[in-house]
Antibody, heavy 119, light 110 residues
């Protein structure tokens, strides 16, 4: 069974750093891209960026470039998203999802990681 | 402001057929495949329709998708109470070089 399991909820203060994870199982991790999607409270879905775990080729949405860093460790089948300085506006649910082709559909999603940033 | 435009709400009665529209442009819907996602309350989105009109395994054939020019539609026939949730359209956008989503449509089953 294909699964993407994300790390647990986080509560942080503005300015703090954070790394959340997305572990794939039940498929060849390096064969599928991982995309990250943000959903702010009560709002819609926003694409943040994608990574090809086979070679760590990364593309960021212009809206998020410079604020988050994507990475992947194919030895542990895990993708990561990192912030070096969180803002209150980063409070949201974050999802990872896999896709076979670079622009193919997001066919399996993680359960989401809720991040709360508050002083 | 989402790149793809969906109506914020839609409604229908049990057994009825409803459609949800998704309007875009030549850089996204016209040139690329449209996907639809269903998001039940408190859960992650789930792929409902891909490549304009394809259903993943396990998705009932009550759900169908279509595309024409710069617009796409999701149709749900034989509406059921469990269909009451949020639906999002998505497509790759060649101009922004990334995925763009619709703002989502909240479907109410009256």
């Amino acid at each position: 069974e294909v699964q993407l399991v994300q790390s647990g909820a986080e509560v942080k203060k503005p300015g703090e750093s954070l790394r959340i994870s997305c572990k794939g199982s039940g498929y060849s991790f390096s064969t599928y891209w991982i995309t990250w999607v943000r959903q702010m409270p009560g709002k819609g879905l926003e694409w943040m960026g994608r990574i090809d775990p086979s070679d760590s080729w990364i593309q960021y949405s212009l809206s998020f470039q410079g604020h988050v860093t994507l990475s992947a460790d194919k030895s542990t089948n895990t993708a990561y998203m990192e912030w070096h300085s969180l803002k209150a506006s980063d409070t949201a649910m974050y999802y990872c999802a896999r896709h076979y082709g670079a622009t193919s559909e997001l066919d399996h999603w993680g359960q989401g990681t809720v991040v709360t940033v508050s002083s | 402001q989402s790149v793809l435009t969906q109506p914020p709400s839609a409604s229908g009665t049990p057994g009825q057929r409803v459609t949800i529209s998704c309007s875009g442009s030549s850089s996204n819907i016209r040139n690329n495949a449209v996907d639809w996602y269903q998001q039940l309350p408190g859960t992650a989105p789930k792929l409902l329709i891909y490549n304009n009109n394809q259903r993943p395994s396990g998705v009932p054939d009550r759900f169908s998708g279509s595309k024409s020019g710069t617009s796409a539609s999701l149709a749900i026939s034989g509406l059921r109470s469990e269909d009451e949730t949020d639906y999002y359209c998505a497509a790759w956008d060649d101009s922004v070089n990334g995925w763009v989503f619709g703002g989502g449509t909240k479907l109410t089953v009256l």
